[in-house]
């Protein structure tokens, strides 16, 4: 099996999931550090969400949007660090 970056396998878990897989994804989702394709992880979740016609969203969106500014932080202290 080839193994992918983290945004693409959640984002495919995420497409292949049921409504009682939504709380395992949402806790594993939380719980990374996630370095890259936030939005396309937030475009799956929501996706998913409205097609199985559920309410809350495990606070998913705001913990991956939050990720994305330390993201960014963690480039620019990088890119600052080199001479």
């Given at each position: 099996?080839e193994?992918?970056?983290?945004?693409?396998?959640?984002?495919?878990?995420?497409?292949?999931?049921?409504?009682?897989?939504?709380n395992?994804?949402?806790?594993l989702?939380?719980?990374?550090?996630?370095?890259?394709?936030?939005e396309?992880?937030?475009?799956?979740?929501?996706?998913?969400?409205?097609?199985?016609?559920?309410?809350?969203?495990?606070?998913?969106?705001?913990?991956?949007?939050?990720?994305?500014?330390?993201?960014?932080?963690?480039?620019?202290?990088?890119?600052?660090?080199?001479?």
């Amino acid at each position: 099996m080839e193994k992918k970056p983290f945004h693409e396998s959640i984002v495919y878990a995420i497409a292949s999931a049921n409504v009682s897989d939504l709380n395992c994804l949402a806790l594993l989702i939380k719980s990374t550090k996630i370095p890259a394709g936030h939005e396309k992880i937030v475009t799956a979740w929501q996706k998913k969400i409205a097609d199985l016609q559920v309410n809350d969203d495990y606070d998913v969106e705001s913990s991956v949007l939050g990720q994305i500014k330390l993201a960014e932080k963690s480039r620019e202290t990088f890119i600052e660090a080199i001479p």
